[in-house]
C-alpha cells in the first residue's frame, strides 16, 4: 500500500502539470528561504512548515527522497511562493535561482576596508579575507589564471590594488576565496582594455602602485592625468614622492586607523612612507579606479613638481617649493581646524 501511495505521488508530480500546484496552505504568499551550508534536509524541512511554505512535510520529505533533490541542495537565499508545487520549490534548491545581494566597493577603499565592508554586508569574515589576500599561493594562482604574463609580479606582499573597485552581485554564503577572485578578474579584464603609453617604462605592479596614490590624492578625474605627471617628474629627478596617503597606509598596516597625521608620523619609518623612502613604496596603498590606472598610463606633461590642495577638491600646482610653500600658507596653514604638512 505504501508503494502505491509513493507511486500515486511521483505521478502526480511529474505527470500531471495541470494539478500542480498541490497541497498548497490557504494564503498566497513569497518568502526568502535562507539555507545554511551544511544544514540537515529535516531543519530546512521544519523551516519550510513553519513558513507555511510545506503542509505537509512527510509528503514533502517522500518527494526529496524520490528526485533525490534532497541530496543536492545547495546553501543561499531563495524566493519561494507557496503557489508552488513541492517538486517546484525543491528544484529551485537544486538549480536556482539564488537571491543576490549587491555591493559597491568604492575607489580608493584598501583590502582592510573592503574586509571590513565585506564582512558588515554578511559576505564572510574580514580576518579570513585578509588571510587569503596575503597568501602568496592563491595570489600565485590568480595571477597565472588571469594575468597575460601568467605570472607574479616580483616583491608582491598582498592583493592590495587588485582588488578593482565596482558594484558586485555576490550569494549569501558565497566563499571569500570565490569573492576576491571575482575583484581580481575584474582588475585585469579592465585593466587590459587600457591601451598603455609605450613611453610608459614601469611594470604593471608599479603601474599599479602610482595609481592607487593617485587615486587617494584627488576625487577629481580631470586632475589626476596631470597629478601623475607630477609623480613621474619627481620620480625622473630623484625626488622623494612625499605624499601624505602613503603615510596613513603605514599606520593602517600597523593597526591604526588614524587620520591625523603628526610630525613623529611623517619621520616615522615605514616601508610605505614616502617621506622616508626613495621613489615608490614597497606596494600599492588602494585599490585604484580606472580613471586613476589610466592617469597614471597617460600622464599629462608639465613642469609641475608640487601640489597643495584648495579644499574644495581641486589644487594648485607650481614649479617651485618657494611658489608651493606660499600656497601652502594661504590654503594649509590658516585653516585652525585642520593641520597639513606642506612638502606636498
Known sequence: MRILFIIFLFFLSFGCKNLLPVFLTEKNKQVIVDIK??????????????????????????????????????????????????????????????QKKDITIPEGFNIFQIAKLLEQKKFGSAKIFLNLCKNINFINYLF???????KIPNNIINLEGYLFPDTY?????????????????????????????????????QIVILASIVEKETGSAKERPLIAGVFFNRLKIGMRLQTDPTILYGMWVNGSTSNNIRRKDILAYTKYNTYRVKALPA?????????????????????FLYFVSKNNGKHIFTTNYKDHLKYVRKHQLRRKSKKSNPAK
Open 283 to 303: 606596494g600599492p596603498i588602494s585599490n585604484p579606479g580606472l580613471d586613476a590606472i589610466r592617469a597614471v598610463l597617460l600622464p599629462k606633461k608639465s613642469k
Open 144 to 150: 597565472k589564471k588571469y594575468s597575460k604574463k601568467n
Open 37 to 98: 551550508p551544511g544544514q540537515s534536509f529535516s531543519k530546512l524541512n521544519d523551516n519550510l512548515e513553519k513558513k507555511s511554505l510545506v503542509r505537509y512535510p512527510l509528503i514533502f520529505k517522500i518527494f526529496a527522497k524520490i528526485t533525490k533533490y534532497d541530496k543536492s541542495i545547495r546553501p543561499g537565499e531563495y524566493l519561494v511562493s507557496n503557489t508552488m508545487s513541492y517538486l517546484q520549490i525543491l528544484s529551485i534548491f537544486k538549480n536556482g535561482p539564488r
Open 169 to 205: 552581485y555576490f550569494y549569501k554564503y558565497d566563499s571569500e576565496k570565490s569573492i576576491i577572485e571575482s575583484l581580481v578578474k575584474n582588475f585585469f579584464e579592465n585593466y587590459q582594455d587600457i591601451k598603455l603609453n609605450k613611453n610608459n617604462k614601469l611594470s604593471m605592479h
